[in-house]
């Protein structure tokens, strides 16, 4: 696949994860990465979006398409209600990293759980959820669930600390809900912790991001293999 994809990231953790799904996923499609941590911890230490975040966020965006990508994909949850604005201030597609896989779940089950380790992503993530549901004229229930100790015990180094309170979170949701997905791209890999019957119903936007970007790649007006209307 020719192309290229900026992703945009706000902590160093997702980079590795989110590169492998999608050059994975797309092989031969280009990466160029962004990566600011700065704006996170101003969103966590402020605990709202704001102008100057949206602007942040804009400038990484915009300096992605000034390296020709062909669409960026914004891989924090937590700045996710930035992107409406910032899709107005570019010229090239951007996506929401979790949109695709809020649209699967949406689309086949009625009690979805949603399972953080950050704060700041409770509320973009159901503004997120509650949007979808309604472009698809779905009547849904999101169940929140945060781990409260799992984000600093990553970032203190205990990793195997975060990923028993996430399976914990987890598992004890599933008995309350249809299907979970991961809020973060940080607790994805937790998902291939947990037992096959377990995991089948546990999601994460890893698992769509590469089908998504394939699709908004395709439709590309310049893409020879695009149909004329």
């Known amino acids: 696949m020719n192309g290229l994809v900026g992703l945009v990231h706000t902590t160093r953790l997702v980079v590795d994860p989110v590169h492998q799904a999608v050059t994975g996923g797309c092989p031969g499609l280009g990466v160029n990465h962004v990566l600011d941590e700065g704006i996170l911890r101003r969103l966590m230490s402020s605990g709202a ?25 914004v891989s924090c949850s937590s700045v996710s209600p930035c992107v409406n604005e910032v899709r107005k201030r570019v010229k090239i597609p951007v996506l929401k990293i979790d949109e695709p896989m809020m649209e699967h779940a949406i689309a ?40 409260p100790n799992a984000f600093v015990r990553l970032n203190g180094g205990d990793r195997a600390g975060h990923d028993a ?17 991961l809020a973060q791209i940080s607790i994805a ?9 377990v995991s089948k119903r546990v999601f994460s936007s890893l698992d769509f991001i590469s089908g998504k970007i394939e699709q908004l790649l395709a439709e590309r007006p310049d893409n020879p293999l695009r149909q004329a209307p």
């Open 108 to 147: 086949m089950a009625d009690r979805i759980g949603l399972v953080m380790t950050n704060p700041t992503t409770e509320k973009p993530s159901t503004l997120l959820f509650h949007e979808v549901a309604g472009r698809l004229g779905r009547k849904v229930t999101l169940v929140p669930r945060l781990c």
């Open 189 to 197: 890999r937790v998902r291939e912790q947990l037992a096959p019957d």
């Open 49 to 73: 979006i704001s102008g100057e975040i949206t602007r942040w966020l804009t400038d990484m965006v915009l300096s992605t398409e000034a390296v020709g990508a062909d669409l960026t994909v």
């Open 165 to 181: 309170e996430v399976r914990e979170t987890v598992e004890g949701l599933l008995g309350e809900v249809d299907v979970v997905m």
